[in-house]
């Protein structure tokens, strides 16, 4: 077996795992603002989370200055905000204020979660030319990865409805948060000389 194909393997399921939870979230989100009567504050919300993520891609002069343990971590606490932001307003409900927050932290979130994604990719790129098997490992990666469209309907559809959907979100993002712990086993590659 190739060096690094466990890293892959292992990095893959827990952004499989990672984003299929986050994902859940997102519909939700939506959910919870048309139900208090605010149709247009969840998809403005995951719209500027995305234009976040679009803009933040175009910067990674990052790589491989800062360790991918770090990058990770630090992304995936970007998706972790986000996702505090649609419980939090569950529970203390919507005003002006709220909704200020929600949205300005949903664009930031985003920068913040790009590193993630920019992280993410380089990490596998970076087993892939170690072991000489870029087209293997990032096909793994894809494989696993998509998966998590099928895993985070499937949760949501088994558990939404006896927890209900606050307990869910809130369950859903203490999951995440302790997924995020295990970015940190990233482990560093030897230096090109």
Same mark, same amino acid.
């Given at each position: 077996m190739a060096k690094y194909l466990q890293r892959v393997i292992f990095f893959s399921i827990l952004g499989m795992l990672f984003a299929a939870i986050s994902n859940t979230n997102l519909g939700i989100i939506s959910q919870f603002a048309s139900q208090n009567g605010n149709t247009w504050v969840g998809p403005l919300s995951v719209a500027l989370l995305f234009l976040g993520l679009g803009l933040g891609a175009l910067k990674n002069s990052y790589i491989g200055k800062i360790n991918y343990r770090t990058i990770l971590f630090f992304g995936a606490c970007g998706w972790n905000i986000y996702l505090t932001f649609s419980v939090m307003f569950l529970f203390i409900g919507f005003s002006q204020a709220i909704i200020a927050v929600i949205l300005?932290?949903? !664009? !930031?979130?985003?920068?913040?979660?790009?590193?993630?994604?920019?992280g993410f990719n380089n990490f596998i790129n970076e087993c892939a030319k170690l072991d000489n098997k870029s087209g293997t490992y990032f096909a793994i990666n894809i494989c696993i990865v998509q998966c998590s469209n099928l895993v985070g309907n499937a949760l949501s559809a088994i558990l939404i409805d006896p927890l209900g959907q606050k307990t869910y979100s809130f369950v859903m993002l203490g999951c995440n948060i302790f997924l995020s712990f295990f970015f940190l086993l990233a482990e560093e590659f030897p230096k090109e000389s």
């Open positions: 300005l932290g949903s !664009f !930031f979130c985003g920068l913040m979660a790009s590193v993630y994604y920019n």
